[in-house]
């Protein structure tokens, strides 16, 4: 099972929007409305932000949102604040109990 | 509050075993599948393992060197490694899959180093 594609790298100034795609393949994001997004940041274990594609867990503010479409998802982060940055991770269900993650992207607030 | 707790991790040489365990608290650990997920030095989260109540799943890539397990009346998942090599080398993580396909809450990490 190969990667999700995300870009190495994204930024933005405090209040701008940044989006994060994540592409994959017929078998896994195209195939299930099972993509997860998760921020990372360092030395410390990922959170969930969104989960089905575009449904946030209690506590994560709406200023993250997800969407899909065909094999590529993609995490909107709107309205920018400095405790965004982070390396944010794509994950897909790949179907017989599989998961695949894509290979992270660095978001950087200037 | 929900918790997990790894612990297990240590320097080990190439071919050795090892074996992880993952303490569970604050929840009915029986209800949920769990998984194992690894981070490489830089690099990004790889999904190892999965255990639910009544099947194990891997990686392609591990098959047959790794193994999942669970206790209930321990609250504690494991994951037996053996034929340890290089490339196994990494922060090892403990998660809680929801039913939803996704990783709600997720432990500290353990580090695996496998090294001569």
């Known amino acids: 099972q190969s990667a999700l594609t995300q870009p190495p790298s994204a930024s933005g100034s405090p209040g701008q929007s940044v989006t994060i795609s994540c592409t994959g393949t017929s078998s896994d994001v195209g195939g299930y409305n099972y993509v997860s997004w998760y921020q990372q940041r360092p030395g410390k274990a990922p959170k969930l932000m969104i989960y089905?594609?575009?449904k946030r867990p209690s506590g994560v503010p709406d200023r993250f949102s997800g969407s899909k479409s065909g094999n590529t998802a993609s995490l909107t982060v709107s309205g920018l604040q400095a405790e965004d940055e982070a390396d944010f991770y794509c994950s897909s269900y790949a179907g017989t109990n599989n998961y695949v993650f894509g290979n992270g992207t660095k978001v950087t607030v200037l | 509050e929900v918790q997990l707790l790894e612990s297990g991790g240590d320097l080990v040489q190439p071919g050795g075993s090892l074996r992880l365990s993952c303490a569970a608290s604050?929840?009915?650990?029986?209800?949920?599948?769990m998984s194992w997920v690894r981070q490489a030095p830089g690099k990004g989260l790889e999904w190892v393992s999965g255990?639910?109540?009544?099947?194990?799943f891997y990686a392609d890539s591990l098959k047959g060197r790794f193994t999942i397990s669970r206790d209930n009346s321990k609250n504690t998942l494991y994951l037996q490694m053996n034929s340890l090599k290089a490339e196994d080398t990494a922060v090892y993580y403990c998660?809680?899959?929801?039913?939803?396909?996704?990783?709600?809450?997720w432990g500290q990490g353990t580090m695996v180093t496998v090294s001569s």
């Open positions: 604050g929840f009915t650990f029986r209800d949920f599948a």
């Open positions: 255990i639910t109540s009544i099947a194990t």
């Open positions: 998660a809680r899959d929801t039913g939803r396909r996704t990783f709600d809450i």
């Open positions: 089905e594609v575009s």
